[in-house]
């Protein structure tokens, strides 16, 4: 896995795969090593792959930056103060 732009801390970093469910003992030492992130157990939501500076969700494939600004909130614009 090469290095991708983080959409979030824009460090350039090796996204690691998140395991979900019950770990296996080799889960847990390649967890330890920052190799991969345990997730839990639902993997519903979860991402599939993570930056290992901030967390937050990457897609290998690159698409994450256009798929983060259209998931961006539209509608929650900043209200100015009445009055
Ligand atoms: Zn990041």
Redesign the pocket.
């Known amino acids: 896995m090469k290095a991708l732009p983080?959409?979030?801390?824009?460090?350039h970093?090796k996204p690691v795969r998140v395991t979900y469910g019950l770990p296996t003992l080799e889960a847990e030492q390649d967890a330890a090593d920052g190799r991969i992130v345990l997730g839990g157990c639902d993997p519903t939501f979860g991402p599939e792959f993570?930056?290992?500076?901030?967390?937050?969700e990457?897609d290998p494939d690159g698409v994450v930056a256009s798929r983060v600004a259209s998931r961006a909130p539209a509608s929650e614009a900043p209200k100015p103060a009445e009055g």
């Open positions: 983080c959409p979030t801390c824009a460090l970093v993570v930056c290992p500076e901030c967390g937050s990457i």
